[in-house]
């Protein structure tokens, strides 16, 4: 099973300097965070759609596809039941459906799904390491810097070790599927335990790594990492930021 969302491609979006990145992605999240109507929610869509071709993404929106479906179909329902407004169809209870309502879930669900097809471009093609490069370029402390990487780090890792805990278990007999509810919950027990002590163990090696590799040394740093900026990178940039600009003038 594949955990990691980098997709390892040879695209235009993918060879943009990683602070290029991080300032488009922002843009675009301004972009999408004031999109509240339905026309300007598609056609932002359009443009993300468009991104994630260029970076030949689509595995990893296939992937998430059934999270995409139901993040938009949840909040378009919630949004259009529950949004009190005037010339409600009917009214039951909290229920107050409107066009009103429903033009308005319409534009919130493209916004969200918007936040999410965001994220899942920048995370298909950037590395880890360039994301980090990026923060430390744009002043962010190494510490800090190393803070916000660290989560994108852990968490395929501790799920690759509750894969493997599983595996190890179901070898040796154990059926989380059959049985009532409290008793599959006692079985769960021993997988949590397992998963428990391997993260206490893998966060003391982590520890020991990064005080033998001079992690609290004071002092400028260095990185092995060199990303040159291009004129590919200015125009990128410069788009992102006509567009968030652009979006918040509407």
Same mark, same amino acid.
């Given at each position: 099973? !594949?955990?990691?969302?980098?997709? /390892?491609?040879? %695209? ?21 965070? /004031? ?10 869509? *359009? ?6 071709? $260029? ?20 909040t378009?329902?919630?949004?259009? =039941? ?6 409600? $169809?009917?009214?039951?209870g909290?229920?107050?459906?409107? $066009? &009103?309502?429903? &033009? ?16 899942? =471009?920048f ?8 994301? #980090?490069c990026?923060? !430390? ?11 916000f %990487?660290?989560?994108? !780090? ?14 190890? &278990?179901?070898c +040796?007999? *154990? ?7 409290? &008793? ?12 428990f ?11 020991? #790594? ?6 609290? +040394?004071?002092?400028?740093r260095t990185?092995? *990492? ?13 788009? #992102?930021?006509?567009? #968030?600009?652009? $979006?918040?003038?509407?």
């Open positions: 099973m !594949r955990l990691s969302l980098y997709l /390892v491609r040879d %695209t235009p979006v993918h060879a943009l300097h990683p602070v290029a990145k991080v300032w488009a992605l922002l843009a675009l999240l301004v972009a999408a965070f /004031v999109t509240s109507s339905a026309g300007r929610g598609l056609l932002l869509w *359009l443009i993300v759609a468009g991104l994630l071709a $260029w970076g030949r993404a689509g595995a990893n929106v296939y992937r998430l596809r059934w999270l995409f479906v139901l993040v938009f179909a949840m378009w329902l919630v949004w259009s =039941l529950f949004l009190r407004t005037e010339g409600a $169809w009917v009214e039951i909290p229920l107050h459906p409107s $066009w &009103q309502s429903v &033009q308005m879930g319409l534009g919130m669900a493209m916004r969200i799904t918007s936040f999410f097809a965001l994220g899942l =471009l995370l298909s093609t950037t590395r880890i390491e360039e994301f #980090a990026a923060l !430390r370029r744009c002043g962010v402390p190494p510490k800090v810097a190393f803070v %990487t660290l989560a994108f !780090r852990l968490v395929p890792l501790f799920v690759e070790a509750a894969l493997t805990v599983l595996d190890a &278990q179901r +040796r007999g *154990l059926d989380l599927s059959q049985g009532p509810w409290h &008793q599959r919950a006692r079985r769960y027990a021993m997988v949590i335990v397992p998963i002590i391997g993260a206490l163990r893998r966060a003391d090696g982590m520890a020991i #790594a990064l005080e033998a590799r001079g992690f609290q +040394r004071a002092g400028t990185s092995y *990492l060199r990303f040159r900026w291009t004129h590919r990178d200015s125009v990128a940039s410069v788009c #992102a930021t006509l567009l #968030a600009v652009a $979006w918040l003038a509407l």
